[in-house]
């Protein structure tokens, strides 16, 4: 590897601090002038090489020699064994094994189908509005932020709504560095014994749903999808589609109580606000990992076959060769080629959904309760710097 082991490095996972919970680690500004391909050392023990620029990243994600394989941000930050990928992962999928389940899958995230789900969303929307107002306060996150993406993903589903205590609490414990490998296991068993039984039901009743058209659409193949497969594809579906938006809608909703002078622009173009929303608050807050699969140069660096490599998504969307005054927030900057849902053969499947949410739900939530405000200044402690996907514990808000 050409990269020397700098002695100031950000401790990887880089952590928020107090001076700007929205910003990430401050050690990226230096390390994108001065050492943009750098090496860190992850808490499984491992040394990754870092890359903090945006084209950098660009390279790295669309580099098909390196692996999506047990690269899951899991396994290096709490340190779990590099076992194989569930079958069904398609998020830890390469080549025509990840091609084979995006194209099963892709359909059912289309612009026109998630655009057709526009007006279910601006009535769940409304009436969790409805609700808080019959009071005077709430918590933002178990009130609205959590709610909305979470009925969504169950209606696209088929998943019951009324089951959400267990799946979200499993979906945390999944999605914390702090949680051991066994509590992780414990969790996605659970989770995908859950899911397990509804896949089950739909092989003998088909219903309108997702999961009834996708077992459909695999049977139609010379390859259907296994019981195994479709339970991952379920389970990471419920979980990848309520945490990140949740997570997105409670922390921007934070950010602008905090700069209210953004209002106008968030109402008078949606679309464009929340790009930049996305671009700013980079909520996959550790960056996305890669595993060479033979001798590469990437990013000017030299990486040896099994090395790992961490895009650092978070540092890219701050690259001010990209985005001019990267650390101010500006809801009319036009910041649509953003890391936020990643690059390459990878990138987001529901990018479109979380769009639209984000959309309906912040310019409603802001509309609608225009006296909305912080209840207390947040501690940091309420930040969620241990989650992969950082968020908000809780966000209380009065009007
Ligand atoms: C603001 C919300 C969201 C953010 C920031 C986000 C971010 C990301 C990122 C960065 C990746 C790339 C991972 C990689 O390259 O290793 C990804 C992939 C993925 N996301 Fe999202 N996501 C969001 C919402 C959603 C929603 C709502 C769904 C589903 C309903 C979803 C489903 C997926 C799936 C299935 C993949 C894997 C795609 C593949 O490997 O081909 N995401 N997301």
């Known amino acids: 590897m050409t990269t020397t082991r700098p002695v100031d490095v950000p401790a990887f996972p880089n952590q928020r601090t107090e001076k700007c919970p929205f910003d990430p680690d401050p050690a990226y500004v230096r390390l994108r002038a001065e050492e943009p391909v750098a090496t860190v050392r992850c808490p499984a023990g491992v040394d990754a090489v870092l890359v903090s620029r ?3 990243a660009r390279a790295v994600l669309s580099d098909r020699r390196l692996s999506s394989w047990a690269a899951s941000s899991q396994h290096m930050l709490s340190g779990y064994d590099f076992s194989e990928p569930d079958p069904g992962q398609i998020i830890q999928l390469d080549g025509e094994d990840h091609a084979r389940l995006r194209r099963l899958l892709i359909g059912e995230f289309t612009v026109r189908r998630m655009e057709a789900l526009r007006p279910y969303i601006q009535r ?3 009436e969790h509005i409805d609700a808080m107002l019959t009071g005077t306060s709430a918590d933002l996150v178990r009130d609205f932020g959590l709610p909305i993406p979470s009925l969504v993903i169950c209606e696209m589903l088929g998943v019951p709504y009324a089951d959400r205590d267990e799946f979200q609490r499993d979906s945390e414990l999944l999605l914390s560095i702090e949680t051991n490998r066994s509590g992780g296991a414990e969790a996605w068993q659970r989770i995908s014994d859950y899911i397990g039984g509804l896949i089950d039901q739909r092989v003998v009743a088909p219903a309108d749903d997702l999961l009834s058209r996708l077992i459909a ?5 010379d390859q259907p999808l296994t019981r195994a497969e479709l339970v991952t594809i379920g389970a990471t579906l419920l979980i990848a589609g309520h945490e990140t ?5 409670s922390l921007s909703t934070a950010l ?3 700069n209210p002078d953004q209002l106008a622009a968030l109402q008078a173009d949606p679309a464009t606000a929340v790009e930049e929303l996305l671009r700013y608050l980079t909520v996959i807050q550790f960056g996305l990992l ?4 033979e001798d590469v140069t990437v990013a000017g660096a030299e990486v040896k076959a099994g090395e790992w490599l961490v895009a650092a998504i978070q540092s890219g969307n701050r690259d001010e060769d990209v985005f001019p005054q990267p650390d101010s927030v500006d809801l009319a900057r036009q910041a649509r080629t953003h890391l936020g849902f990643g690059f390459g053969p990878h990138q987001c499947l529901g990018q479109q959904l979380a769009r639209i ?3 309906i739900a912040l310019t409603t939530l802001l509309r609608r309760i225009p006296g909305l405000r912080l209840s207390a200044p947040l501690p940091l402690s309420e930040f969620k710097n241990s989650a992969i996907i950082y968020g908000l514990r809780s966000l209380p808000v009065q009007w």
Not at 217 to 221: F, H, I, K, S, V
Not at 245 to 249: G, K, Q, R, V
Not at 290 to 293: D, G, I, P
């Open 290 to 293: 890669r595993r060479a699969t």
């Open 245 to 249: 938006t949740a997570n997105m809608i």
């Open 54 to 56: 945006y084209e950098d």
């Open 256 to 258: 602008l109580l905090e």
């Open 217 to 221: 659409r695999g049977n139609a193949t």
């Open 357 to 359: 949410e984000l959309q």
């Open 124 to 126: 769940i929307t409304d």
